[in-house]
């Protein structure tokens, strides 16, 4: 039985330049509610412009040319992003969905504590907790990304990378998004630190019961933790199979090529459970 969260459908930009790129091609796809839906391809395939275009976060010269997208909100209401205005989109964003991009970790502000930095997200986004509601809040937000409630008072610098990450997917979880849209997000991490970020986003998708839409170029980390797979090429979506099935009997051919370009995918799956 399926339980669409998003449905996208026949989803085209393009960039408005001398020639036009056509970045995205009818695109459809339904992301389900709680599952991981990896978008893989090489560099140029339309990965970004397709997860920023259904959240209407691009800027011209890009331009949706074609598609509706539809969010199945949990209440039960379908709400076609394509009919929100400004105001009313960058509400459904923080509350609804939320990202986490590459480098994410850097852009945290170097003079203000983590704390004070989460703090911030709730008293902007929801006015209505107080200070002590707001506090636990933010240990609970700590605690369950596992940099700890003790570091609340710690300034970035005093983080590793990882850990900053950590608090990049604290900040990203904080209103209880049901999507989240991870560009990248462990791509400066070394590989260890990856893995446990990773495992730890899989697992929190089944407490928290949100949906991940995940991009990267790092086709062995994406068959690891994803649900299902978007093969992009050129625009447009050549496979769109489970993990199991890219991995072990890829139909496309470009599915194949682009499997056979990573030799650590001759050896063993790696560790992450979903
Ligand atoms: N601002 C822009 N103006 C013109 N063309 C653009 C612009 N941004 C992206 N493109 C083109 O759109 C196409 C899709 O790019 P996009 O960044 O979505 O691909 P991608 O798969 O996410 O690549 P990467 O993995 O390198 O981020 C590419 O051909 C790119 O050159």
Redesign the pocket.
């Known amino acids: 039985m399926t339980d669409p969260l998003l449905s996208i459908r026949d989803f085209s ?1 393009v ?3 001398d020639p036009p ?1 056509a ?2 091609k009818n695109v459809t796809i339904d992301i389900e509610r709680g599952e991981i839906v990896g ?1 893989a ?12 275009g259904i959240q209407r976060l691009l ?1 011209p ?2 331009v949706i040319t074609s598609g509706d997208v539809v969010f199945h909100d949990a209440d039960g209401e379908d709400i076609d992003i394509n009919s929100l205005g400004v105001e009313e989109m960058r509400r459904f964003r923080w509350d609804k969905i939320s990202m986490v991009f590459q480098g994410a970790m850097n852009a945290l502000n170097p003079v203000t504590t983590i704390g004070a930095q989460l703090d911030d997200v709730f008293l902007i986004h929801r006015p209505e907790m107080n200070r002590t509601e707001r506090r636990a809040a933010v240990v609970d937000l700590l605690e369950i990304v596992k940099v700890g409630g003790a570091r609340i008072r710690s300034y970035p610098h005093e983080l590793s990378g990882g850990m900053r990450q950590r608090v990049m997917i604290a900040m990203a979880l904080a209103l209880r998004p049901q999507l989240m849209v991870m ?2 997000p462990t791509t400066a991490l070394d590989v260890l630190v990856q893995r446990e970020i990773l495992k730890q986003i899989s697992q929190l998708r089944h407490e928290f019961g949100f949906s991940v839409i995940f ?1 990267t ?1 790092d086709l062995p980390l994406l068959l690891e933790i994803s649900d299902r797979i978007a093969i ?1 090429r ?2 447009a979506i050549v496979e769109l199979a489970t993990s199991e099935q890219i991995w072990s009997d890829p139909e496309h051919e470009y599915t194949r090529s682009l499997l056979s370009s990573f030799p650590r995918l001759t050896g063993e799956k790696g560790v992450v459970v979903r």
């Open positions: 930009v960039y408005d330049v790129v970045a995205v978008l391809g090489e560099s140029g395939s339309g990965k970004t412009t397709l997860a920023y800027k010269p890009a560009d990248e991009i170029h992009m050129e625009g």
